[in-house]
């Protein structure tokens, strides 16, 4: 059974404010909208992402189809929206149809709503209504309204593709939700699990609300790096990335770059995945005389395939000579790029161990390094 995800985002968010429709405002380090995917991309059993942007936002469609997901053009209310995305998918399967402004959705509410489709064609999370209810008028209570039975609609919800497509078709006007669309057809749904957590961003104050409940789910991972080097015959050093002309080298198998090495074990200490030696065993000629940009690549890399982004590193090294504070601004800049990283989040220093030890000796020079990974 085919299973998509089709996300609709095509709202101006009106109630929200904000300089920009809420899908494209930022919380937690990403804009709603990549919230809200990152959650189907991360879902074990959804195959394919479908999205629905504003006729005005399709300037920014092409970024979203180069990772896969198709995209269309929605229409003037939800509905409408809905019916141009069911139109991108297969014509059999299933679909869970979800708010882009419900970026704080689990991953068990989506598993709930996939394991009632294994067993029926419509499924959608509810939250029991907890609060006693009131009918207004004005600003005054007129009556209290019954709340026995009554459930908070949530998404995403889930169909059958071809009972969805068809309910659509037969449905005139607008619609609050796509259940209602599917009821209307005459077909039952089933209630999953709402969550309390699975807000729609709909006033200014859920911003907030939403950002506190995304970052206590971020994943932030500290790593630490500790290499050392003797000094060897040679006219230079080279030190995250920088030719430093000096009277001796670095002995290596590769190219003996102590304090690039060292942030790179910092990066797979984060991601407890061992260490450079691990994946560039010395043993193997090929990485002879290598240069230590390829080890600090290859660990951003497995960094950013896990879904972290490095936010920080922080790189000390330890020796008598050469100095090393006239060359840590170009460190730090060799060092930014290679990582995808702005300068203020890389930082190089340096310090003598006061002539004590091998540091001190002048045998050979050390480095410790830690670096910051986060998931969103
Ligand atoms: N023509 C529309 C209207 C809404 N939506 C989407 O439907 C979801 C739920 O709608 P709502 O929260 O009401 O969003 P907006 O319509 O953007 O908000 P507002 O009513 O405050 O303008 C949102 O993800 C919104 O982008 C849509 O795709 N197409
Ligand atoms: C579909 C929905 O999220 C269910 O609660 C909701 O109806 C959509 O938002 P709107 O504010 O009612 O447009």
Redesign the pocket.
């Known amino acids: 059974m085919t299973i998509s995800a089709l996300v609709v985002a095509a709202?101006r968010g009106t109630r929200a404010g904000g300089d920009l429709p809420k899908q494209w405002q930022r919380i937690a380090g990403r804009s709603v909208l990549e919230h809200t995917l990152a959650a189907f991309r991360a879902a074990p059993r959804v195959d394919r992402i479908a999205l629905v942007l504003h006729p005005d936002d399709m300037d920014r469609a092409e970024a979203f189809r180069r990772e896969g997901i198709d995209v269309a053009p929605g229409g003037a209310d939800?509905a409408a929206s809905v019916r141009a995305g069911l139109a991108l998918l297969p014509a059999t399967g299933k679909v869970l149809i979800h708010?882009a402004?419900?970026c704080c959705v689990s991953q068990a509410v989506i598993a709930d709503v996939i394991a009632a489709l294994d067993t029926c064609d419509a499924a959608a999370p509810g939250l029991p209504v907890t609060d006693a209810l009131w009918r207004s008028e004005g600003a005054q209570v007129a009556g209290t309204q019954d709340r026995d039975n009554l459930v908070?609609?949530?998404?995403p919800?889930g169909f059958d593709l071809a009972l969805i497509r068809d309910a659509h078709r037969q449905y005139d006007g607008p619609a609050?939700?796509?259940v209602a669309v599917a009821r209307a057809a005459g077909h039952p749904v089933a209630i999953t699990r709402g969550d309390a957590d699975n807000i729609?961003i709909?006033t200014p104050g859920d911003f907030a609300r939403a950002a506190r409940l995304l970052e206590g789910r971020m994943d932030i991972r500290t790593g630490n790096g500790f290499d050392v080097h003797a000094f060897g015959p040679g006219d230079h050093v080279t030190l995250c990335g920088v030719r430093i002309p000096h009277d001796r080298g670095l002995v290596g198998h590769s190219d003996a770059d102590v304090g690039m090495h060292t942030v790179t074990d910092a990066i797979y200490g984060a991601l407890a995945m061992g260490d450079i030696g691990q994946h560039f065993p010395p043993t193997e000629p090929q990485w002879k005389g290598a240069a230590s940009e390829i080890f600090l690549r290859h660990a951003a890399t497995l960094a950013s395939d896990a879904g972290f982004a490095l936010t920080h590193v922080d790189c000390t090294l330890i020796c008598e000579t050469p100095k090393i504070g006239p060359h840590a601004p170009e460190m730090r800049r060799v060092m930014a790029g290679l990582l995808g990283l702005e300068e203020s989040r890389v930082s190089v220093k340096a310090t003598t161990s006061e002539r004590l030890g091998f540091t001190g000796r002048g045998e050979g020079i050390a480095c410790m390094a830690t670096a910051t990974l986060v998931k969103p």
């Open positions: 709202g939800r708010d402004a419900r908070a609609a949530q998404t919800q609050a939700d796509d729609k709909t």
